[in-house]
């Protein structure tokens, strides 16, 4: 019987290989697997550098409050709670190194506005930038495949445009694959999906150089 | 939408004016997804939050720009609103490919991308809501 729900459960889930006692980074990717996606996974990381605008290693050095969305001027927001967090730039691996601003890139996520069920059970916990911001693992390195989305906002209608960056300073977004993080332990976690779930050449990643590696040796070839 | 949750399961679905307590009530949105086709989020669990447990209200957004690149774009559509309801009731990305939980383009026009699978009915879906 014990068994049998091992197989389930390792039928069920996606498995993350974060080194013990990361308990930022594990909370930062508990609260980011809260919205999941349906995406159109690439065969390696090298694809997945091509079809992106920047692709660096960097490291998380801030994070701010950022745009909020509604679908209709006057809606309430809803689950459509972004911040923005900075990452500096150590080294560009593909593309165009001009969406940083003064090195840093402006990375948008998504977190909901509200999670779990409170201590004990007893209710909703408001999740908002101040709660996110205690799970966003500061200093950690990872490589980020970046899109330019400056100017395609999730809605139309946009609150606080501008919000979390400087005047003038790129928005980007990572897509699924392409949020990495490195552990203490040097074992690279992806924040969105675990690496598991993804091909093989994605699956035998063991570390941020394979990872760098691999999208080097693309970009020269 | 045909979905099967009706036929297939112990679920019904209905188009409904007010929110039920005793059911899982899904906002559909269109979205830039930036990349994505679906996304899922659970607005307010019934438990304290698990990844594959179920949801009280969830929103669920669908990008029809990106649903559309490539071909079977009808399908497609019926494969990525049954993924996403399919996270609603605790269905997760898994690794069968027999069903609507893959990511990404269908491979054929087969009903098989559109329906969950008899794991996903027996053991999860069922056995919240049987």
């Known amino acids: 019987m014990i068994l049998a729900g091992a197989l389930i459960l ?3 889930s996606s498995a993350t290989s974060i080194a013990e ?3 930022r980074l594990a909370s930062f990717v508990s609260a980011m697997r809260v919205v999941t996606y349906d995406y159109e996974p690439t065969a ?4 997945l550098a091509k079809a992106s605008d920047l692709v660096i290693v960097g490291e998380i050095v801030g994070v701010e409050k950022g745009q909020s969305y509604v679908p209709l001027p006057g809606a309430e927001v809803d689950g459509d709670v972004s911040s923005v967090i900075q990452v500096k730039v150590d080294e560009t691996l593909f593309g165009d190194a001009a969406l940083a601003a003064d090195g840093i890139v402006h990375l948008q996520v998504t977190h909901p506005a509200y999670v779990g069920d409170g201590p004990g059970g007893e209710g909703l916990v408001p999740f908002d930038h101040a709660a996110f911001e205690a799970t966003v693992p500061i200093g950690t390195s990872g490589v980020f495949f970046l899109e330019d989305i400056t100017d395609r906002p999730v809605y139309e209608f946009v609150i606080d445009e501008g919000a979390g960056r400087p005047a003038g300073a790129a928005l980007c977004a990572t897509p699924v694959q392409g949020f990495l993080l490195e552990s203490r332990d040097g074992s690279l976690v992806s924040v969105y999906e675990g690496l598991d779930s993804m091909a093989s050449a994605w699956r035998q990643l063991e570390s941020m ?3 760098r590696l691999a999208i080097v040796e693309a970009s020269t070839s | 939408m045909n979905i099967s949750l009706d036929r297939d399961t112990l679920m019904s679905d209905l188009f409904s004016a007010t929110c039920d307590p005793a059911s899982t009530d899904v906002k559909w949105l269109d979205a830039n997804l930036g990349g994505s086709r679906g996304e899922y989020i659970c607005l307010e669990p019934f438990t304290p ?3 594959d447990g179920i949801c009280f209200v969830a929103r669920i957004r669908l990008d029809p720009d990106q649903i559309n690149i490539g071909s079977n774009d009808a399908e497609d559509r019926k494969k990525t609103a049954c993924h996403e309801v399919g996270h609603s009731v605790g ?3 898994g690794d069968d490919k027999t069903d609507c939980m893959i990511n ?3 491979p054929d026009t087969s009903a098989t991308w559109r329906t969950f699978n008899g794991h996903h009915i ?5 056995s919240y809501y049987g």
């Open chain 2, 49 to 51: 939050y698990e990844p």
């Open chain 1, 21 to 23: 006692g990361d308990d």
């Open chain 2, 122 to 126: 027996a053991a999860h879906i069922d």
């Open chain 1, 10 to 12: 390792a039928a069920c």
């Open chain 1, 44 to 47: 390696t990381p090298a694809d």
């Open chain 1, 209 to 211: 150089d394979d990872l």
């Open chain 2, 104 to 106: 990404g383009e269908i």
């Open chain 2, 91 to 93: 269905l997760q990305h």
